[in-house]
């Protein structure tokens, strides 16, 4: 990934949220997972009162590998909306097991895709990365400057097959 500071701190003078207004964009006064998000997506009431929809991408929006931020800026997967990026959406299927599902009213992945967008519980998707990047590329030794690259990995799905249709994932539990 490459970092995108910022407005005040990269060379385009770029909010960052630009690019999450891409593939996440407010529809009217609502956010875009309330109004198209999947009628599948799982919400946490008992954990917080006034959970709701939210939508979550994935490049992060603070990077330059995010599909919002412009070609003509430095942007590597611009892509004119979040349309074009992998539709999913998160679902618990019971206690401490969650499953991500292609939205099926979309046409299906071709894993072209430069992105993803889904619709997940607000509680999930603040509370799962919260402060990164940000926090960590600010914080002492892993601070990061504008267009700085940095590795993301996942090792929960390393187990996955993409090869299919359907993707499959055995992650196993810590």
Not at 129 to 143: L, Q, S
Request: some cysteine; proline content about 6%; glycine content about 8%.
């Amino acid at each position: 990934m490459k970092y995108l500071p910022k407005e005040i701190k990269n060379k385009h003078n770029r909010d960052p949220q630009l690019n999450r207004d891409t593939i996440c964009p407010k529809v009217g006064s609502d956010v875009w997972a309330k109004v198209y998000g999947h009628p599948d997506t799982t919400l946490l009431p008992e954990i917080s009162t006034r959970d709701a929809k939210s939508c979550d991408e994935f490049a992060y929006a603070a990077t330059y590998n995010s599909g919002g931020m412009p070609q003509t800026l430095g942007g590597l997967n611009e892509v004119s909306s979040g349309d074009e990026c992998v539709q999913s959406y998160a679902t618990r299927v019971k206690q401490g097991e969650w499953h991500l599902y292609d939205d099926e009213r979309k046409a299906g992945p071709t894993w072209q895709e430069s992105c993803g967008r889904s619709s997940m519980s607000g509680w999930i998707n603040s509370g799962s990365m919260a402060g990164f990047p940000g926090a960590f590329a600010a914080a002492g030794k892993f601070h990061l400057l504008d267009e700085d690259e940095y590795w993301v990995q996942f090792p929960e799905f390393e187990h996955c097959d993409a090869s299919k249709t359907t993707v499959t994932c055995t992650v196993p539990k810590p």
